[in-house]
C-alpha cells in the first residue's frame, strides 16, 4: 500500500504578522502542503485575528491550498467572504453552527472543501450525523484562540475513535490535529491517524524550520 501522505499545514497565527509574505515563502520552501488561516472573531474565542480580507491577500502571494480555520460564531455568514478571497478548504466549529448539515452542503456547493471542528470538550458523537459529508474533520488537539499551547493528549483518543468510524463505514474524510504538534509530541499524533497536521509555534519558531517540518513529517512511529 502506498505509504500515506502526511500533510503539513503551517498556521500563519504563529508568524511575523508584519510579514506576512515572507512566512509564506519560507512555508512553500520548507515543503508544506497547506497554510492553515486561523480566523478568530474575539466571541467564539477571545483574541481577534484576521477575517476574509486577511485570506484574499495571502492567496495573491501563495498557490499552496488555503486552509480556513473559522474560530467564529455564525460562520455561514462568512462563508461568500471566504469563497470570494479564493480559499480551498472553509473549516467552521460545530459547536457555533446549528444547521452545521445545511452549511457543509453550501460549503460544498461553492466548490470549497467543507471540514468541521470541534473543540476538546464537544464529544465526536456531535459530528457523527454530517460524518458521511464532510470532506474533513478538524480535531482540536488545544483549546482554541491561542498558539504554543501544549497538546491535550485525551484529544489523541478522540482521534483515535473518528478514525476508526472512518475505516467501519468506509468514509473519506481527512483528519486533522490542531494545537501542540511539534517534535516532542509527532510521533504519537500520526500514530492516533491523522492525515494533516496543523503547526504553528514549532514550525515558524523554529531555528530551522525547514528542518523541524521535515522532522515531524517523518516523526518514526513508536513501537
Ligand atoms: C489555535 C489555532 C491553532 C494554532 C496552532 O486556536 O487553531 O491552529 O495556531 O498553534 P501551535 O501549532 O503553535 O499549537
Ligand atoms: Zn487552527
Same mark, same amino acid.
Request: net charge negative; proline share 4%.
Given at each position: 500500500?502506498?505509504?500515506?501522505?502526511?500533510?503539513?499545514?503551517?498556521?500563519?497565527?504563529? /508568524?511575523?504578522?508584519?510579514?506576512?509574505?515572507?512566512?509564506?515563502?519560507? $512555508?512553500?520552501?520548507?515543503?508544506?502542503?497547506?497554510?492553515?488561516?486561523?480566523?478568530?472573531?474575539?466571541?467564539?474565542?477571545?483574541?481577534?485575528?484576521?477575517? $476574509?480580507?486577511?485570506?484574499?491577500?495571502?492567496?495573491?502571494?501563495?498557490?499552496?491550498?488555503?486552509?480556513?480555520?473559522?474560530?467564529?460564531?455564525?460562520? &455561514?455568514?462568512?462563508?461568500?467572504?471566504?469563497?470570494?478571497? %479564493?480559499?480551498?478548504?472553509?473549516?467552521?466549529?460545530?459547536?457555533?453552527?446549528?444547521?452545521?448539515?445545511?452549511?457543509?452542503?453550501?460549503?460544498? &456547493?461553492? %466548490?470549497?472543501?467543507? @471540514?468541521?471542528?470541534?473543540?476538546?470538550?464537544?464529544?465526536?458523537? $456531535?459530528?457523527?450525523?454530517?460524518? %458521511?459529508?464532510?470532506?474533513?474533520?478538524?480535531?482540536?488537539?488545544?483549546?482554541? @484562540?491561542? %498558539?504554543?499551547?501544549?497538546?491535550?493528549?485525551?484529544?489523541?483518543?478522540?482521534?483515535?475513535?473518528?478514525?476508526?468510524?472512518?475505516?467501519?463505514?468506509?468514509?473519506?474524510?481527512?483528519?486533522?490535529?490542531?494545537?501542540?504538534?511539534?517534535?516532542?509530541?509527532? /510521533?504519537?499524533?500520526?500514530?492516533?491517524?491523522?492525515?494533516?497536521?496543523?503547526? @504553528? &509555534?514549532?514550525?515558524? @519558531?523554529?531555528?530551522?524550520?525547514?528542518?523541524?517540518?521535515?522532522?515531524?513529517?517523518?516523526?518514526?512511529?513508536? &513501537?
Amino acid at each position: 500500500m502506498a505509504e500515506k501522505k502526511r500533510l503539513i499545514a503551517p498556521s500563519v497565527l504563529a /508568524a511575523d504578522f508584519t510579514r506576512i509574505a515572507d512566512a509564506l515563502t519560507l $512555508a512553500e520552501t520548507a515543503g508544506a502542503d497547506w497554510i492553515h488561516l486561523d480566523v478568530m472573531d474575539g466571541v467564539f474565542v477571545p483574541p481577534i485575528t484576521f477575517g $476574509a480580507q486577511m485570506a484574499a491577500a495571502v492567496r495573491t502571494k501563495t498557490s499552496l491550498e488555503l486552509d480556513a480555520h473559522l474560530m467564529t460564531v455564525n460562520p &455561514s455568514a462568512q462563508l461568500d467572504f471566504f469563497v470570494d478571497a %479564493g480559499v480551498d478548504r472553509f473549516t467552521f466549529h460545530a459547536e457555533a453552527e446549528i444547521h452545521s448539515h445545511r452549511l457543509v452542503e453550501r460549503v460544498k &456547493s461553492r %466548490g470549497l472543501k467543507a @471540514g468541521i471542528s470541534i473543540v476538546p470538550s464537544t464529544p465526536i458523537e $456531535a459530528i457523527i450525523e454530517i460524518m %458521511g459529508i464532510v470532506d474533513q474533520i478538524l480535531v482540536m488537539t488545544v483549546n482554541p @484562540g491561542y %498558539g504554543g499551547q501544549s497538546l491535550i493528549d485525551s484529544t489523541l483518543d478522540k482521534i483515535r475513535r473518528i478514525r476508526e468510524i472512518r475505516e467501519k463505514k468506509n468514509l473519506g474524510f481527512l483528519i486533522e490535529m490542531d494545537g501542540g504538534f511539534g517534535p516532542s509530541t509527532a /510521533a504519537r499524533i500520526w500514530e492516533a491517524g491523522i492525515d494533516a497536521a496543523v503547526m @504553528g &509555534s514549532a514550525f515558524f @519558531g523554529a531555528d530551522d524550520p525547514k528542518k523541524a517540518l521535515e522532522l515531524c513529517r517523518n516523526a518514526k512511529r513508536i &513501537s
